[in-house]
């Protein structure tokens, strides 16, 4: 009777510790997670996507088999065959972290509705039909504000010490007076325009006499174009060099400016730039997708279905700054600590329309189509709403969809027509 008691209590322990590994595991050790990388950790928004990644999957309890990742896959049909194979290997949810994979993610949802694909930074997964398809970002450009007013502080402190003053750097300054500023853009898409315009408003927060420049290099990731536009923008006497691309090659070439005796620093994105340029960089705006990987590999796991449009920002830790600079201004972190808590409480909005102009204006209404458009044949492919998105006094960003859309050119901003080159 001993033994039949004890063989049966040893039998609804293992059934337990069974169901209690393949609760932790949401499908057990067979669920499986498959990433397409348009670079390698070579490349620092490729590298932030895999640190958030890999730090979701520890925190779930996911082993390293059980993330299968493809490397360096072009914006083409090359996409498509890795999501092939991703689903052959057996893995239930896949992401792809480039928008230019996107198309390709659709293609291949539409062949497997089984399995969930996530277009990261995508914009049309809402309105493209499919349960399957999904869409995240983030809300960095509130990041990219608070790194705004780190520069600010920056330009104030050189004011008030009179070592910015336009007796002594005339070329710093703009017929007007304002204080030069620039910015390295990837593309003239509406995510950079939100980004740059939006560390533009929090300069401007903290000084109001300031016009910024825009170089576009037409790349995500060149460290070469990157670094010949803050060059270009150095040599016109901008004070400060921002950028919205992927490789260390502004924040390199403000130091090598800073170190031969100009006044530069730099603001850098997604990762830490203070080992390329130790005393020119400020600090980067940056995401943190652990915060959303989490949640959407525990989604899958659980068999939930994860939201078509996703974007979080400092509200739900999804954003932030990396490790302040040596040489930022006195007092910088007590002020963005204020800023954050601002932005978390709803108490300041990044594009506030009383903070800004367009031709002279004010803007009191900013209507976005959301339909998916083919540019080629000027016909729209998906069709989705057109919404008002100023609210209640500001632009709401990343709330109809999670990929930006603010495009509005305002005042003080001047973007170059003509490319950088080699």
């Not at 520890?58 to 092939?84: F, M, P, T």
């Not at 997964?125 to 920056?154: C, D, H, M, P, Q």
């Not at 709401?396 to 080159?421: C, H, K, M, N, W």
Request: with cysteine; proline share 2%.
């Amino acid at each position: 009777m001993f033994k039949k008691i004890a063989s049966l209590v040893l039998a609804v322990l293992m059934i337990a510790s069974v169901a209690a590994v393949f609760s932790s595991c949401g499908a057990g050790s067979g669920f499986k997670v498959g990433v397409i990388l348009v670079g390698d950790d070579t490349e620092g928004y490729t590298k932030s996507h895999m640190d958030g990644i890999k730090a979701a999957a520890e925190s779930l309890g996911l082993k390293d088999s059980q993330i299968i990742w493809k490397y360096k896959v072009e914006e083409n049909d090359a996409c498509a065959k890795a999501a092939q194979d991703l689903v052959a290997q057996g893995c239930k949810v896949i992401f792809s972290n480039s928008y230019g994979h996107q198309n390709y993610m659709e293609q291949v949802a539409k062949e497997f509705p089984d399995v969930t694909f996530v277009s990261m930074t995508g914009d049309y997964a809402a309105i493209s039909g499919l349960s399957n398809f999904k869409n995240a970002f983030t809300s960095v450009y509130e990041a990219r504000y608070v790194s705004g007013v780190v520069a600010g502080l920056k330009l104030q402190e050189l004011v008030k010490a009179g070592t910015l003053t336009k007796a002594k750097l005339p070329n710093s300054f703009d017929k007007n007076g304002n204080i030069k500023i620039g910015y390295v853009g990837a593309f003239d898409y509406a995510e950079v325009v939100s980004g740059y315009t939006a560390f533009y408003l929090g300069v401007k927060s903290v000084v109001s006499n300031v016009v910024m420049d825009v170089i576009y290099t037409d790349s995500w990731f060149d460290v070469e174009l990157e670094g010949a536009a803050a060059e270009a923008l150095i040599a016109r006497g901008c004070v400060i060099i921002g950028q919205h691309a992927d490789s260390t090659g502004a924040p390199a070439a403000a130091q090598k400016a800073k170190d031969a005796g100009t006044l530069v620093y730099s603001v850098g994105y997604n990762i830490d730039m203070l080992p390329t340029a130790p005393t020119a960089a400020l600090t980067s705006p940056t995401n943190c997708w652990d915060v959303y990987y989490k949640y959407a590999i525990d989604s899958a796991m659980k068999g939930e279905e994860i939201v078509a449009d996703w974007a979080h920002g400092y509200a739900d830790s999804a954003v932030k700054v990396t490790p302040l600079g040596p040489e930022v201004a006195a007092g910088t972190q007590e002020k963005i600590d204020e800023v954050i808590a601002g932005l978390k409480a709803g108490t300041l909005r990044v594009f506030d329309t009383s903070k800004f102009t367009v031709g002279g204006k004010k803007v009191t209404t900013a209507p976005i189509d959301l339909s998916l458009m083919d540019w080629t044949t000027m016909t729209v492919v998906h069709q989705g709403a057109t919404v008002e998105a100023i609210v209640d006094g500001y632009f709401s960003e990343s709330t109809f969809r999670s990929a930006p859309y603010f495009a509005l050119r305002i005042d003080g901003i001047t973007e170059q027509a003509a490319r950088v080159t080699k």
